[in-house]
């Protein structure tokens, strides 16, 4: 996923572009680099497009699609298709800072308060909750 999170980054990259950003900071082979990439666009997450002699990897799906769609599938095959399994393995492993868990119980209440108003018929509140869904879904939990 580093290099996926590469191209997302710094845009249309060679796998030399995204090899030497990656031996910035820790050794890898070319090969490597270059078969990962392969995988990546196989799975439908970049594209590529030959120039000259090199191959230019791109995004094909945004950061947010592919996240959810990861997650997912984790839910599903980890899980066996329980989201509150994998949020109390979150909070059990006591890898949450505070602000994360005060985050998460955010999130919670926002898709609360969104099913309220769907089960009442309230349309006034769906552009602040599509907003917020719009901002969790490209949200970077890193940045």
């Known amino acids: 996923m580093e290099m996926l999170h590469l191209v997302w980054e710094h845009g249309p990259a060679t796998v030399a572009e995204i090899h030497e ?10 090969t490597t680099v270059m078969s990962q990439l392969r995988k990546l666009a196989d799975k439908g997450y970049l594209s590529i497009e030959k120039k000259g002699t090199a191959f230019v990897y791109s995004t094909a799906r945004a950061p947010g699609e592919v996240r959810s769609s990861l997650l997912s ?56 909750a599509d907003a917020d869904w719009d901002a969790v879904a490209e949200a970077d939990p890193h940045e």
């Open 21 to 30: 950003r990656i031996r910035a900071s820790r050794a890898v082979a070319y």
């Open 73 to 128: 599938n984790i839910v599903e095959k980890v899980f066996r298709g329980s989201a509150a399994d994998l949020v109390a393995n979150l909070v059990a492993s006591e890898q949450l800072s505070d602000d994360e868990l005060d985050e998460i119980k955010r999130l919670v209440q926002v898709a609360t308060r969104d099913r309220r108003s769907d089960a009442d018929g309230d349309a006034d509140g769906d552009a602040d």
